[in-house]
């Protein structure tokens, strides 16, 4: 990618306003693929970032859906991806989008799997899936169970959702009295695995192999009853940067199993999200004022925590890389602190390395293709910012058109 490419998409489309190099996504996801060969199932978690141009492209790649709600898969849906290749989990799961799930099988196109995170919402499920005739000559839903493996994972604490005091999932007494009860039960749903994801943005696989060898015991010890159950789906979780490579989390997976006398399930599948999009994404801003700070010259830029959360919500650090100067572009940098443009102290960037700015100057935050846009807010009454794809030939095209903010 060009960063004159950046530049003329700001022209264009003015800013703040996210860009996408398409490109991008095809190496990542060859990077994933590569990481997890067939017959691994290869799904994209679309909280990530539900552009359906992002996932249509991805899913040109071999990388299916995951959704968790009825409006990401409508996401999914409209980016052409048909739903055997799209499985449904979260946490928030209400009736009418279980309800939804129910009638997409009774209509004989069922998801890939729905993940189920409690008894309750099993319950819930069973007694849709029962009011809508759904098995008997109905074809049938597959589920997986969400594992609770207690595992606290190499990312900083509000990210290890598998912890065990994490609100995710069912422990596994729970799943093992789960299982028993749907035995008894007919209800077209045929529980075919487990589902497991122990936190995001991991700088080490321990504890992502950990989780999944819990999730792959646990599962050979169900299938000896319930020979159906056959599927593991790890989660996601893996950084956007290098390290650690993708193919060492399936490696020390391998290696905890083969340690432990056991062996991958005959289905296995991963759903990362931040690693197949955030190296793709700039959300471009330009400078609005400039003043000398405590420390150093400090910039307020028309982005904010509205179009990127991150840094304000985690404290997280997205390089701002400075384009397209009116002053002196090979002049000295210095540390600049930059800072967004809505009125809270918490919507700062950081402090970066950038030559002297002056209004009007266009900068790029970078690796925000992932929960960026997503995480859009309309605080501070902020228009959705236009999102631009550049294609591999170096062509923009408009994604989605920016919003008028329309109270
Ligand atoms: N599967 C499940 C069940 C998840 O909860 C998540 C992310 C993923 C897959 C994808 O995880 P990834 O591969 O992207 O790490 N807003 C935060 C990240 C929250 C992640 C929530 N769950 C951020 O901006 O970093």
């Avoid at 109905?138 to 598998?162: C, H, I, M």
């Avoid at 190296?279 to 150093?296: E, K």
């Avoid at 009125?343 to 700015?357: A, K, N, Y």
Wanted: charged residues 20%; glycine residues 10%; aromatic residues 6%.
């Amino acid at each position: 990618m060009l960063l004159s490419t950046l530049v003329e998409a700001a022209a264009c489309f003015g800013t703040p306003c996210y860009v996408t190099d398409l490109a991008a996504l095809d190496s990542a996801a060859t990077k994933l693929r590569r990481a997890f060969p067939d017959p691994w199932i290869r799904q994209f978690s679309l909280k990530a970032n539900p552009l359906p141009a992002v996932v249509a492209r991805l899913a040109a790649m071999g990388v299916g859906s995951n959704v968790v709600s009825a409006g990401e898969w409508a996401a999914a849906t409209k980016a052409g991806v048909p739903n055997h290749l799209i499985s449904l989990e979260g946490i928030g799961k209400t009736d009418s989008e279980l309800q939804l799930a129910v009638m997409a099988a009774v209509n004989g196109k069922p998801l890939r799997w729905v993940t189920v995170e409690s008894k309750e919402e099993m319950s819930a499920l069973e007694k849709l899936a029962k009011a809508a005739g759904l098995g008997g000559s109905q074809s049938s839903l597959k589920v997986l169970l969400r594992l609770n493996p207690a595992v606290d994972s190499e990312t900083r604490a509000d990210f290890q959702v598998g912890s065990k005091v994490s609100k995710f999932g069912m422990p596994e007494w729970e799943m093992r009295e789960l299982v028993q009860r749907h035995a008894e039960t007919s209800s077209g749903l045929s529980i075919r695995g487990i589902h497991v994801h122990v936190g995001s943005q991991l700088a080490a696989t321990e504890g992502w192999a950990e989780g999944g060898l819990r999730a792959a015991l646990l599962l050979a010890e169900l299938a000896v009853d319930f020979e159906e159950m056959d599927t593991v789906d790890f989660g996601g979780g893996f950084p956007a940067g290098p390290t650690p490579p993708l193919s060492d989390f399936r490696s020390r997976l391998e290696q905890r199993l083969a340690m432990a006398g056991a062996e991958l399930p005959t289905r296995t599948a991963v759903e990362p999200g931040r690693c197949l999009v955030a190296a793709s994404g700039w959300l471009l801003a330009r400078v609005l004022h400039v003043r000398q700070g405590q420390s150093g010259p400090q910039v307020v830029v028309d982005a904010s925590m509205s179009e990127l959360i991150r840094p304000a919500l985690y404290g997280a650090h997205h390089e701002v890389i400075a384009l397209d100067l009116s002053g002196a572009p090979s002049a000295a940098r210095s540390a600049t602190e930059v800072e967004g443009g809505v009125c809270e102290s918490t919507d700062t960037f950081g402090v970066h390395e950038l030559p002297p700015l002056r209004r009007g100057d266009l900068v790029a935050l970078t690796m925000t293709g992932a929960y960026a846009s997503a995480m859009f807010s309309n605080y501070n009454g902020r228009p959705r910012p236009p999102e631009v794809l550049i294609q591999p030939d170096h062509k923009l095209v408009l994604g989605r058109p920016g919003e008028p903010f329309a109270p």
